[in-house]
């Protein structure tokens, strides 16, 4: 089973208004709430300021309820505005009731009840506000740890002493994370993890921009949503079958290019699948521009670094 809570307040009753926090968290529940072919993913709670008064209270009481239970993966999103307090060394988010650093909701409480959640396999918490990037140090004015605990996965929009911006209709950082949600940040096999979705924010983002944060205590990274594959599985489970070493070089002959005159349909069946994998960069032409010229000219080819880490799946039967 899984789990989100996707919070948005751009209605404040004593600070700043916001503008897209509510069209972010409500756009982030609806993109992680089914896969790409329409099977159930997230079971998700939306508490947006424009239905709900989003007190201290009323937020702490969710993201506690959150985190228990027992799941596989509890996901946290949060779109407002966030602080760090220097005085305490505590970094927090704001809810709308907030008036003194004192109302605000403490990462590492969040953090510790996250921790404390032993029956949740996976907790990741995202984060579209300022200051967010504190989520997860050590603090030196306070005794107990706030630290990344075990299968748990923090990303956030940016570091700690930088502001999250808001764009046109999304924020900035959950702008790019709805690209990367909707197969931007997807592998081979479709499937989107919490790196992959921070390796795509963190490439699109220059040196002047905000730089998001990302920080996890896990053994093995989780899918948050899974698209189509950029190859199917059928093709990938034959490149050892194709490729009896990831070194080997599989012969092309003119028959297996259509164009030519001794072309064998059964060549070019295999020779389209090859071409498929080509253009993903898991195969490549030996002494060659292009495949059509592989096969003109009775070269072969070969598979690429990734194309040998995909043969090895397919030999431990991971797909």
């Not at 982030?28 to 300021?49: E, R």
């Not at 005085?87 to 403490?106: C, F, H, N, V, W």
């Not at 030519?260 to 070019?268: I, K, L, M, R």
């Not at 995909?310 to 797909?319: C, N, P, V």
């Amino acid at each position: 089973m899984r789990k989100g809570l996707f919070i948005g307040i751009n209605d404040y009753t004593h600070v700043s208004h916001l503008s897209g926090c509510c069209n972010d968290s409500m756009a982030m529940a609806s993109v992680l709430k089914t896969d790409a072919n329409g099977d159930p993913n997230f079971k998700n709670i939306v508490l947006t300021s424009a239905e709900d008064y989003l007190s201290r209270e009323k937020l702490e009481n969710q993201i506690r309820e959150l985190f228990s239970g027992d799941c596989n993966v509890a996901l946290l999103y949060f779109a407002g505005h966030g602080s760090f307090d220097a005085d305490t060394d505590e970094g927090m988010l704001i809810p709308q009731d907030y008036k003194s650093a004192k109302d605000g909701i403490r990462l590492s409480d969040i953090l510790n009840w996250a921790s404390k959640a032993t029956k949740i396999k996976n907790k990741v918490i995202i984060l579209d506000c300022c200051q967010s990037g504190s989520a997860g140090e050590l603090r030196a004015l306070r005794s107990e740890g706030s630290v990344v605990g075990e299968g748990m996965t923090i990303l956030t929009a940016c570091k700690k002493e930088e502001p999250a911006m808001e764009g046109v209709q999304h924020g900035v950082f959950t702008g790019l994370l709805l690209q990367a949600l909707h197969g931007g940040a997807a592998n081979i096999l479709g499937k989107i993890t919490p790196g992959s979705l921070y390796s795509f924010v963190d490439n699109a983002l220059d040196a002047w921009e905000q730089r998001p944060v990302f920080k996890t205590n896990v053994s093995q990274f989780i899918s948050l949503r899974e698209v189509s594959p950029l190859i199917p599985k059928e093709i990938l489970r034959k490149l050892p079958e194709w490729f009896a070493e990831a070194e080997s070089v599989y012969s092309l002959a003119p028959s297996f290019e259509p164009t030519e005159p001794e072309f064998n349909p059964e060549h070019g069946e295999v020779f389209a699948q090859l071409q498929k994998c080509n253009r993903h960069s898991l195969i490549e032409p030996v002494d060659a521009e292009h495949m059509y010229y592989a096969a003109i000219h009775a070269t072969g080819c070969r598979l690429t670094a990734l194309g040998a880490y995909y043969r090895e799946l397919a030999i431990k039967g991971h797909f």
